[in-house]
């Protein structure tokens, strides 16, 4: 790495800190500080969103799918359209309505305070194994580019994302991760711009190539449930993904429940899933570019290819600034899981047993649980295995994300839908639904995939509570 691209390097972290640091400045009591007096723009929550939801997977990950594969996994975006406006429909009204701070209060008003409890702490494992596989990606490139060993690159991304989200909050976060979205889309953009001119014959030849090789499909119809990227896994799959991730995950509801209104915190969310469309696909075009630019060559581990590219083959300021959005792409995550770990901690754990607690003494918890979290992401990131040669590290965070959200979005279902269902059989059905699928991928990967999952443990989880339900206990817990 160059002077150049270390300059603009820290130009940036040091920037993007003090600036989030003063974006959040002055909260005075929890709900300001995670829920930033509700009163975020739309916009700004919508490119949160976005940016939270993908982040460096996005930037290193999904240029390695098409670089193996083709352009199928468009179909994974086309299905998160369509779960988020299940979720604006169903789900919004019932969280804006109570002036929720948390998801899982939702929870707490149907079926009480361990189920709040337990999906609460759901919520927290699967986030901290998921995004510390996130970082634990992200550390890759910044280790390529300077030297560090592994674990000072995570410490390094660490550090820098605590500092502005421990001081800003929720604030800081949304704004900080519009920007760092607008950096890292420019920087997919100059990739398509370098490559077409690295490349002989630039994207007419890249495509040519690319459709010969059948690198272009985008619709595969099979009905073999083994293989993640078909229509049907796509617009089924990837709606349940979405509902669960959007609909049940702390991580996403908070932001919508910071904008201003029902219709704001709609448009974010809808409006995300045309973006994340857009985001896809302008990576997916990325890693047609480098599957060209390199030749077909095989790799160890493919989020390592577009790292390798950005250090081998740009120039001296234009490799910082891609470096400098692989960062952007890590922190926005990152940062938003702090945030969101914290609240959950505060709200559903520490203040649902403390009714005399008022906001002040909320706000100092969750600094308290902030340091926490930030200790743990780091430590899962450094003692997490290397990614396996078949997996790229979007695909195993949306795993692991995957084995539990049926069980989190059967619950809100029922939670919204059934009169039958009662405290103890809606807990049943979470875990039967969750522990149907975790052992369907161990024992049955190959036979069915990973986008299935949310479904099947939706499914499950709703299927369950109503047997193990009762009218009578559905009345008593009314």
Request: glycine fraction near 12%; charge should be positive; hydrophobic fraction near 55%.
């Amino acid at each position: 790495m160059t002077s150049l691209d270390l300059a603009i390097l820290v130009v940036y972290l040091g920037g993007i800190t003090a600036w989030g640091a003063w974006l959040g400045r002055g909260a005075r009591g929890g709900e300001e500080y995670f829920l930033g007096r509700r009163d975020l723009p739309w916009v700004v929550v919508l490119l949160s969103v976005v940016a939270t939801e993908t982040s460096t997977l996005t930037f290193l990950s999904i240029p390695g799918i098409a670089y193996g594969g083709s352009l199928a996994f468009v179909q994974i975006a086309a299905g998160y359209v369509l779960g988020r406006i299940a979720v604006a429909s169903w789900l919004l009204p019932a969280y804006r309505e109570g002036r929720l701070r948390t998801a899982y209060e939702l929870l707490e008003a149907r079926f009480g305070t361990e189920t709040r409890r337990l999906t609460s702490g759901i919520f927290m494992i699967t986030r901290l194994l998921a995004d510390s596989v996130r970082l634990f990606a992200t550390a890759i490139p910044l280790t390529l580019v300077t030297g560090w060993p592994l674990i000072a690159s995570v410490l390094v991304i660490g550090a820098v994302t605590f500092i502005y989200t421990f001081i800003g909050g929720i604030r800081a976060v949304v704004w900080v991760d519009a920007s760092q979205m607008a950096l890292y889309l420019a920087g997919g953009l100059i990739a398509l711009v370098v490559l077409a001119g690295a490349v002989p014959g630039g994207w007419p030849e890249i495509l040519a190539r690319a459709g010969e090789a059948g690198k272009l499909t985008v619709i595969d119809p099979s009905l073999d449930f083994g293989r993640p990227y078909t229509l049907w896994a796509g617009l089924l799959g990837g709606a349940f993904l979405s509902m669960g991730s959007h609909g049940a995950d702390q991580l996403i509801v908070q932001r919508l429940l910071a904008c201003r209104d029902l219709a704001a915190s709609r448009r974010a969310l809808v409006g995300s899933g045309f973006a994340v469309l857009f985001q896809f696909t302008l990576f997916l075009f990325v890693g047609l570019g480098l599957w060209a630019w390199y030749d077909g060559a095989a790799f160890v581990r493919a989020d390592e290819i577009f790292a390798g590219f950005i250090v081998e083959a740009l120039p001296a300021g234009v490799r910082g600034l891609l470096i400098a959005g692989v960062f952007a792409a890590a922190m926005s995550t990152l940062s938003s899981s702090i945030n969101a770990l914290s609240s959950t901690a505060a709200y559903d754990f520490w203040a649902a047993s403390r009714p005399e607690a008022d906001e002040r003494r909320i706000l100092r918890v969750g600094r308290i649980a902030a340091v926490a979290w930030t200790a743990l992401l780091v430590a899962a990131a450094i003692g997490f295995i290397p990614l396996s040669e078949e997996s790229t590290a979007v695909e195993v965070s949306l795993g692991i994300a995957s084995l539990v959200y049926g069980g989190l979005l059967g619950a809100f279902a029922l939670a919204r839908f059934s009169r039958r269902a009662t405290s103890r059989s809606a807990r049943i059905g979470i875990l039967f639904g969750i522990g149907s699928v975790t052992a369907i991928w161990i024992g049955a990967r190959a036979a069915v995939a990973w986008p299935w999952f949310v479904l099947i443990g939706t499914a499950i989880t709703v299927a369950v509570g109503l047997l193990a339900g009762s009218r009578r206990g559905a009345a008593a817990s009314e």
